[in-house]
């Protein structure tokens, strides 16, 4: 049996059902297959029982959401899965569990358009769970339903910095800046702006977003104006599809 399923099973808690064990056996054997000897001690002597705890649920629900999906699981390349899960075995926040799993179902399909780049293990392994959340969110706003216009140019696709800040604080907050008033609104908007700044650079550092600028205005007797807007790179578009798991067939 190749060793890294062997290390999984044999550090399983004995409370995880039946069929999640089967699942990541399933999955993990499929995206494997044969030259698997290097992981074998990173996910044996040299991972805790902590994160082979966290894999197993991983990868089980990875397989969950192929086999929804309608896809069978197919190898992975070593340059993809085996950061991957080196850097997934670590997180044991629910959200992000399922943002791992999402990706490497994303890794683990046949279909093209579910393309991952051995740069998307990294990226994730950068981001909280906020910022997923945030990401998600500037996506759906971004492209209507999550859903790229093939039809014209990506960059077209613009989020205005107004926008962005209102998304950030219904993602944090739960609350509709656009219907709070006073120093409800003031408390709120100072509480987020670094949260919000912290996760715009860590999405422009790992090339999702970029900012693209705009001069208007000017003229004799008026001052030329300099806006930006930020707009979804080719690579960022991909990220997020990637992470939110294959698509049904």
């Known amino acids: 049996m190749d060793p890294i399923i062997t290390a999984i099973a044999k550090t399983a808690e004995a409370g995880l059902a039946d069929v999640a064990k089967e699942n990541s056996h399933s ?69 992000l569990q399922e943002t791992w799993s999402n990706l490497l179902a994303s890794a683990a399909t046949s279909n093209p358009k579910g393309c991952v780049y051995p740069s998307f293990p990294s990226i994730l392994k950068e981001l909280t769970a906020t910022d997923v959340k945030f990401l998600d969110a500037l996506f759906e706003a971004t492209f209507a339903h999550g859903k790229i216009p093939l039809e014209q140019p990506l960059e077209r696709a613009y989020i ?49 977003v970029i900012k693209e600028f705009s001069v208007s205005g000017g003229g004799f007797d008026k001052l030329a104006e300099l806006g930006f807007a ?20």
């Open 27 to 95: 999955f993990l054997k499929a995206v494997l297959h044969e030259p698997a000897q290097e992981l074998g001690s990173l996910l044996g002597d040299k991972i805790r029982e902590r994160r082979h705890q966290n894999l197993i649920k991983i990868t089980a629900r990875a397989q969950e959401r192929l086999k929804g999906a309608g896809y069978t699981a197919r190898q992975i390349p070593l340059s993809i899965v085996h950061p991957a899960l080196d850097a997934a075995s670590f997180e044991e926040d629910p959200n």
């Open 160 to 208: 205005a910095p107004q926008i962005v800040m209102r998304i950030y604080v219904s993602v944090v907050s739960g609350k509709n800046l656009d219907k709070l008033h006073g120093q409800e609104a003031m408390d709120l908007l100072q509480e987020s702006i670094r949260g919000k700044n912290m996760s715009m650079e860590t999405f422009e550092r790992n090339n999702i």
């Open 230 to 249: 930020y707009v979804f790179t080719n690579l960022g578009a991909s990220f997020v599809s990637a992470c939110r798991g294959p698509q049904a067939q």
